[in-house]
């Protein structure tokens, strides 16, 4: 008889896995998500009780704030437009293992070079002045990302660190120019540029009380999404981005994937602050500091950097910021509320982590998974 034989009532007799390492692997990335969610609803919930309000009702008000109606669902999908770019800021460079935190200062820079070309083209026609807003705010939020990039390649330089510092600069070079060269002489109380033509305005869907901007940003989410997953330029990405010492051994270009996935992921906030100036703002002013480059870096976590799970997630924060009025009025909370719970879901996003290839194997499966 055959060792294989003789083992045989042995295998047999071993539990079987639940399913494959592959579903596994699928179901662990939809589950640890949503199991942070949960705690962090929960965490927060504790919180709300402890300062003598009722978890119950900040979570209706969530609901119908954010999605209970027609008007505060379109409420919601304005305030989603700009983290769904936001957040691409962080899931392209992370198929390569870069943490890249600074896509506020590709979001206000965006705007900046919208505004000033919009005020610069003034008489243009209209598809003419949008599309060079649109191409401004891209490269200058390109650029600006696209240097850490530069720095993490070339001098070795952390690109989380170098990320963040640039956005604090890239916010103080917007100021000074909208106080200073770029200010509108009639912007007395609130320093701004020059109020951008009507024709440059990007207008509302069909329908719905919802800019063009959020169709934009789902678009760049699907595309982004086929990329990763149907070309070999996202298939180069995701290998490089498992080890890029080994990549580059197998001679796939690791510096210029680093060059090219930076740039994408700030020329995709540059396009979200020339939406912000263009649909929203008007002009470029101190408003366009709103931290949606620091929420879409929640986002990206929440969909562990996966650019179609950035949609319903965007849609998710993007409806907890627009209840934050409705539960300020009706529960008499601080308008930090929210933020202190977007705090208590990072953190539960970032402790879950831990959990990645852990879960799973919990429920029953083995490596190589189930034939």
Request: glycine share 14%.
């Amino acid at each position: 008889m055959s060792e294989i034989q003789q083992a045989a009532p042995i295998i047999r007799g071993l539990p079987r896995p639940l399913i494959g390492e592959t579903a596994g692997r699928r179901l662990e990335a939809v589950l640890i998500p949503i199991l942070a969610l949960i705690a962090g609803l929960g965490l927060f919930g504790v919180f709300i009780a402890l300062v003598g309000k009722s978890p119950e009702d900040f979570y209706y008000l969530v609901y119908r704030g954010g999605f209970g109606t027609w008007f505060s669902l379109q409420n919601t999908m304005t305030r989603t437009a700009p983290l769904l770019l936001t957040a691409l800021c962080v899931a392209l460079p992370a198929q390569l293992g870069l943490v890249v935190i600074g896509g506020e200062g590709a979001f206000v820079l965006g705007g900046l070079a919208a505004a000033a070309v919009g005020t610069w083209l003034a008489g243009a026609p209209a598809a003419v002045g949008i599309i060079a807003m649109a191409l401004a705010g891209m490269a200058l939020g390109g650029l600006w990302i696209g240097i850490v990039g530069a720095l993490r390649h070339y001098r070795g330089v952390n690109e989380t660190i170098s990320s963040l510092l640039m956005a604090y600069i890239a916010i103080a070079l917007m100021q000074h120019f909208v106080e200073g060269p770029l200010r509108d002489p009639a912007s007395l109380n609130k320093p701004s540029t020059t109020p951008l033509p009507t024709a440059f305005r990007v207008g509302d869907m069909p329908g719905m009380d919802v800019h063009w901007g959020f169709a934009i940003g789902v678009l760049a989410c699907l595309v982004a999404g086929f990329v990763l997953s149907r070309t070999t330029f996202g298939f180069a990405a995701r290998i490089a981005g498992g080890n890029a010492r080994a990549a580059a051994v197998q001679g796939l270009p690791v510096g210029r994937l680093i060059l090219a996935f930076t740039a994408a992921a700030g020329a995709a906030a540059g396009l979200a602050g020339m939406i912000d100036v263009a649909a929203v703002q008007g002009s470029a002013n101190a408003s366009l500091i709103a931290g949606y480059g620091y929420t879409g870096i929640l986002i990206a976590f929440l969909a562990r950097q996966n650019p179609i799970a950035i949609i319903p997630m965007a849609l998710l924060i993007g409806g907890i910021e627009a209840a934050g009025g409705l539960v300020q009025r009706r529960m008499d909370l601080p308008d930090a509320t929210v933020l202190v719970l977007q705090g208590i879901l990072f953190v539960a996003i970032l402790v879950s982590e831990t959990l990645s290839g852990r879960l799973l194997p919990a429920l029953g499966p083995t490596r190589g998974g189930a034939k």
